[in-house]
Nanobody, 124 residues
């Protein structure tokens, strides 16, 4: 069982910066992909940024050049640095991890884990 815990959410003024963090714990095994999603009221959940274990990253067009995702494989953490934030960035941000784990019986298991989310509010 993999657990994810997000932190760093809060209120920030437009143009400001915010750093979100996500820590994984439990029977982690190998996390192949870590992603940040967000969901604003009345909208569907959307992918914000993704990072592979090897360090490849990609971003939604709406946040490209403003947000930056980074992973620390040793600590099983992923961060999202948000700069030049806009009111439309207001949403609940969720951390997501996809990977595999091999228990003592040698039967591989795949997993997809979600954090509970952290609220980000961008307003004056």
């Amino acid at each position: 069982q993999v657990q994810l815990v997000e932190s760093g959410g809060g209120s920030v003024q437009p143009g400001g910066s915010l750093r979100l963090s996500c820590a994984a714990s439990g029977s982690i095994g190998i996390i192949n992909l870590m992603r940040w999603y967000r969901q604003a009221p009345g909208k569907e959940r959307e992918l914000v940024a993704a990072a592979t274990r090897g360090g490849n990253t990609n971003y939604a067009d709406s946040v490209k050049d403003r947000f930056s995702i980074s992973r620390d494989n040793a600590d099983n953490t992923v961060s999202l640095v948000m700069t030049s934030v806009k009111p439309e960035d207001t949403a609940v941000y969720y951390c997501n991890a996809v990977g595999s784990y091999t228990p003592s019986d040698s039967t591989p298991r795949t997993f997809t884990a979600w954090g509970q989310g952290t609220q980000v509010t961008v307003a004056w």
